[in-house]
């Protein structure tokens, strides 16, 4: 929260949201997770992620998009995702940061392996590459 308020536009935005996403303790199909590991090709995902946030800020509206998301084993309940959009309204910052998330899961090279109680498999969530 502290960065994006250090924006020198900052005053321009009128709202700021945020997604953060979480690992939860059950799958979609009720299976107890025990643990997420996120791997990642980092030089292209930190490309990826710096295209995505420099892309969003182009649209009407947008002061600063930032993202984070973390790599490695995340335990539930712990944070995976961070999005944080300013804009000018509410408006202009809800469809950006649904964007946002959409094109992370989409675009970057950040892979998942889900560990349940019974198995592990990775995860495949994206639509293209």
Wanted: proline share 3%; net charge positive.
């Amino acid at each position: 929260m502290q960065t994006i308020r250090k924006n020198p536009r900052i005053k321009e935005a009128g709202a700021i949201t945020y997604f953060i996403g979480i690992v939860r303790g059950r799958t979609y199909k009720g299976k107890k997770v025990k643990k997420l590991y996120f791997e990642a090709y980092k030089e292209q995902a930190e490309k990826s992620l710096t295209k995505i946030s420099n892309d969003l800020r182009k649209k009407p509206g947008i002061v600063d998009v930032l993202i984070h998301h973390m790599t490695g084993t995340l335990k539930v309940g712990e944070t995976i995702v961070f999005v944080a959009v300013a804009g000018k309204s509410r408006k202009d910052v809800f469809p950006v940061l649904a964007e946002a998330v959409e094109r992370i899961k989409r675009e970057a090279p950040i892979w998942k392996k889900e560990y349940t109680e019974k198995n592990a498999r990775w995860i495949s969530e994206k639509r293209h590459l």
